[in-house]
């Protein structure tokens, strides 16, 4: 069993190391993939919008090789979705402290040798969709787009097997762009 200590790190931290690479265009494949093996676990007759995010579907930007999906649904459905990510190996963090959605990682040590695939289970008006207007804005801004790959280099150099302090150390320079991204929304 996996289990965080007092400050906040996993116990398996030494076996899943943040990893930056470079910008692999079969990302755009692995995702596409993957979002039709979802699609054919789960009952067809429970309707579910997929979308790729995070870094990997930001062509240019340097990632972790993990391809984050995420999935709406109304909740009503989530036990089920949940119960056939789990039949394709997807482990479910269970005790996930966000109630507005459930995640679920596939390859996690102990139970793969890496992780590949993170999937984001919540309601398509949720809070969370707003990371779709993180990647268009900087699939569509260099600059930003640089600054912000720069960062995570810098941060998974310090924080290797600290996926906290990996992610808050994001949060301030997220805050920024998400602000331009908003702007440019409206433009």
């Given at each position: 069993?996996?289990?965080?200590?007092?400050?906040?790190?996993?116990?398996?931290?030494?076996?899943?190391i943040?990893?930056?690479?470079?910008?692999?265009?079969?990302?755009?494949?692995?995702?596409?993939?993957?979002?039709?093996?979802?699609?054919?676990?789960?009952?067809?007759?429970?309707?579910?919008?997929?979308?790729?995010?995070?870094?990997?579907?930001?062509p240019?930007?340097?990632?972790?090789?993990?391809?984050?999906?995420?999935?709406?649904?109304?909740?009503r459905?989530?036990?089920?979705?949940?119960?056939?990510?789990?039949?394709?190996?997807?482990?479910?963090?269970?005790?996930?402290?966000d109630?507005?959605?459930?995640?679920?990682?596939?390859?996690?040590?102990p139970?793969?040798?890496?992780?590949?695939?993170?999937?984001?289970?919540?309601?398509?008006?949720?809070?969370?969709?707003?990371?779709?207007?993180?990647?268009?804005?900087?699939?569509?801004?260099?600059?930003?787009?640089?600054?912000?790959?720069?960062?995570?280099?810098?941060?998974?150099?310090?924080?290797?097997?600290?996926?906290?302090a990996?992610?808050?150390?994001?949060?301030?320079?997220?805050?920024?762009?998400m602000?331009?991204a908003?702007?440019?929304?409206?433009?």
């Amino acid at each position: 069993m996996i289990t965080q200590d007092e400050n906040g790190r996993w116990s398996n931290h030494a076996e899943d190391i943040i990893d930056i690479v470079p910008y692999d265009r079969r990302w755009v494949e692995q995702f596409a993939d993957e979002r039709r093996a979802i699609r054919d676990c789960v009952d067809a007759a429970i309707p579910l919008v997929i979308e790729h995010f995070g870094s990997t579907a930001i062509p240019g930007a340097a990632a972790k090789p993990i391809i984050d999906i995420m999935i709406g649904a109304d909740r009503r459905h989530w036990p089920a979705t949940i119960q056939a990510l789990k039949r394709m190996a997807y482990v479910h963090w269970e005790d996930n402290p966000d109630a507005d959605r459930e995640f679920l990682v596939k390859g996690m040590p102990p139970f793969g040798t890496r992780r590949t695939h993170h999937v984001h289970i919540n309601e398509v008006s949720g809070p969370l969709w707003e990371r779709l207007l993180f990647r268009d804005y900087l699939q569509s801004h260099a600059e930003d787009r640089s600054a912000y790959t720069d960062l995570k280099v810098s941060l998974a150099v310090e924080y290797p097997e600290d996926r906290e302090a990996y992610t808050r150390g994001k949060d301030a320079l997220v805050a920024e762009i998400m602000a331009r991204a908003r702007s440019w929304r409206c433009a």
